[in-house]
């Protein structure tokens, strides 16, 4: 007995094979799809869900921002205290007071918590130099200027032509420091026996901005060495 697959018409219709109804013989009815799209209701509630998310997470991309700008800024900074530590460092290696015009003894000319003047020569032939290293507000000054004839009774800006801004972003705590021997004396006593003095430390306290976290950086430098 041979059956067959087709499926068998009623009068109400018959069943494709998609399994769609099909029209009674003689009625000219196509079988249609059932899929839809996305509705307005559906589009409103991602866009909604979209923007919370994206409110979300717009404080968490401007800390990071934030952070990596501070990071950058901090870096230079560093960078830029290198440069003035080497410059300092060979200023005291260079220190003193061969082909001095005026009577002194030692390199050092004036010396205080903020502020550090030295004769330097800069090259073996030539006459020895006034540097001055200053704390200046937020700034650390190098300040360089030629000899006087006499000794001068005070140290003012007039005696230099070349104020340059080494470092900025230096913090309140931040000054020099001087060694005598093994021990570090106050810099009000340093002038009465400047010329006992063995090495000069910079204490740098620096911060990029205002609110940031403050770096220490240390450095010592031998006069006349």
């Not at 960078?79 to 290696?93: C, N």
């Not at 007071?97 to 003894?105: I, L, Q, W």
Request: aromatic share 4%; glycine share 10%.
């Amino acid at each position: 007995m041979c059956i067959s697959s087709a499926h068998t018409p009623t009068e109400s219709g018959a069943v494709c094979g998609r399994g769609c109804l099909m029209a009674p013989r003689g009625q000219d009815v196509a079988c249609r799809s059932s899929v839809q799209g996305f509705g307005l209701i559906e589009l409103l509630v991602a866009l909604a869900l979209g923007l919370a998310l994206a409110m979300a997470a717009l404080p968490l991309m401007l800390s990071l921002q934030k952070t990596g700008v501070h990071e950058a800024d901090r870096s230079v900074q560093l960078a830029q205290a290198r440069v003035a530590i080497a410059r300092f460092e060979r200023d005291t290696r260079l220190a003193g007071c061969e082909g001095c015009p005026f009577s002194a003894v030692g390199g050092i000319v004036d010396a205080s918590a903020k502020r550090l003047v030295l004769l330097v020569r800069e090259q073996a032939d030539a006459e020895p130099l006034l540097i001055c290293w200053e704390m200046v507000g937020s700034n650390l000054m190098r300040r360089r200027g030629l000899c006087p004839a006499e000794r001068p009774a005070s140290i003012s800006t007039a005696l230099f032509f070349d104020n340059k801004t080494m470092l900025e972003g230096v913090r309140p705590g931040s000054g020099f420091l001087y060694r005598i021997g093994a021990g570090v004396v106050e810099a009000s006593l340093v002038s009465v026996r400047s010329w006992a003095v063995d090495a000069v430390g910079l204490c740098l306290r620096l911060a990029p901005n205002a609110g940031d976290s403050v770096t220490t950086v240390v450095s010592t430098g031998p006069v006349g060495r």
